[in-house]
């Protein structure tokens, strides 16, 4: 288990170990798996690295589609779902969500 | 233009720091002066050694991926195009004058990786959209943010507080950051592009990518921008001020005349480029 940069860090992997603010306090605990929001969080908290496992733990098995799905939805949550080109690119999203470019999996 | 109080004393701070050189806003000028030619524009960047060898690097660079070694400012003048080539040197300008300032809230790597996603896609939708020199629409989209920059470095507290906001009350960063503060990143980034005097398109666009409907002269600009950065938000799962995608406004994506048909090919054009100019434009090693 090593320190992994924040901003290589995406929705869906799971923290190996508690993650501590500036002033100590334990801000989400191991074996959290981390969704966007609490990313935000921990930016905003100042939290630059932290130690995760790349994939869900529980069963060891990948997060089920309708997980995943949720997670999505969550990140369009802002955005309208009726749109054309809302579900054109949530329909992308769910065929690319397991190596978005820009992040670590998705680099070459 | 006047500005809400605040805005006029962060970008003062910003300019100090980060102005751009003179040699840049004279070739800028000097772009939008028709009576200019390609070898006047590149005897004022020779003007600048540094900023000539920088740009000898980009255009030698994979991202271009040209075959033979460009070896003088006006071969590449001559080869890529004054516009092309203005707006790398502006995005490579911009993005050292801020990139050795360190944040805590995001970092820079993510910041401009979403910048250049949303530049990519804003000029490859504008090439779909038959736009005249699409290219241009690269440089909206890569500045389109530069004012959450300058807010995550200069009211880092104020901005922990708007997206800590924004993640409670569920509601885009920009709504946030106005409740906040008062004002927003699009109206920063505006003012300093503004006090940049860059030209009024790019101004234009960075007020209004939330809000396109607002835009007054570059209304297309401003449109492909907006869909620019909901795609980028989208296509990108770490985007830079928040995980969450931003609302489309339906009207600009209306306005671009585009078919939902063309996105994933747009897509397709900007992850294939996105390393590339990712390391010509960070000066980071290229790709293998």
Same mark, same amino acid.
């Given at each position: 288990m090593t320190n992994t940069d924040l901003n290589q860090v995406c929705a869906g992997m799971v923290l190996a170990a508690d993650v501590a603010g500036a002033d100590g306090n334990v801000l989400l605990q191991a074996g959290t798996t981390l969704n966007d929001r609490q990313l935000d969080l921990l930016r905003a908290h100042g939290v630059t690295v932290l130690q995760v496992t790349d994939t869900a733990p529980a069963t060891g098995d990948e997060p089920d589609a309708d997980e995943l799905d949720r997670r999505l939805q969550e990140r369009f949550?802002?955005?309208?779902?009726?749109h054309p080109l809302i579900r054109e690119l949530l329909r992308l999203c769910r065929q690319r969500r397991h190596n978005p470019p820009g992040t670590a999996g998705g680099q070459r | 233009m006047s500005h809400p109080s605040g805005i006029d004393a962060l970008i003062a701070e910003d300019l100090q720091l980060a102005s751009l050189p003179e040699v840049v806003i004279r070739a800028v000028d000097m772009v939008n002066d028709p009576d200019t030619s390609a070898s006047d524009i590149g005897a004022v960047i020779n003007e600048d050694p540094a900023l000539a060898a920088r740009l000898l690097k980009l255009v030698n660079s994979p991202f271009f991926g040209f075959p033979s070694r460009i070896e003088t400012v006006s071969r590449a003048i001559t080869i890529v195009g004054t516009l092309e080539l203005l707006d790398l040197i502006m995005g490579a300008v911009v993005v050292k004058a801020f990139g050795s300032m360190p944040s805590t809230l995001v970092s820079m790597n993510a910041f401009w990786s979403h910048s250049l996603y949303a530049a990519l896609v804003a000029r490859a939708l504008a090439g779909r959209h038959r736009a005249p020199k699409a290219e241009r629409f690269f440089i909206a989209g890569l500045l389109h943010d530069i004012g959450s920059l300058v807010l995550l470095q200069r009211r880092p507290r104020q901005m922990r507080a708007a997206l800590e906001r924004a993640a409670r009350h569920r509601e885009p960063t920009f709504v946030a950051e106005q409740a906040v503060l008062g004002f927003d990143h699009c109206a920063v980034g505006a003012a300093l592009l503004e006090a940049w005097r860059l030209p009024e398109a790019l101004v234009e666009t960075a007020r209004c990518?939330?809000?396109? /409907?607002? /835009?007054?002269?570059h209304r297309l600009e401003s449109a492909i921008v907006h869909c620019a950065d909901v795609i980028a938000g989208a296509a990108t799962a770490c985007a830079a001020d928040s995980g969450a995608v931003p609302p489309l406004e339906p009207a600009a994506w209306e306005l671009t005349g585009l078919d939902v048909a063309v996105v994933e090919g747009v897509l397709a054009e900007a992850d294939s480029q996105f390393l590339a100019a990712r390391a010509a434009l960070l000066g980071e090693p290229a790709p293998a």
């Open positions: 949550g802002l955005a309208d779902a009726n | 990518h939330h809000a396109p /409907a607002g /835009a007054r002269h």
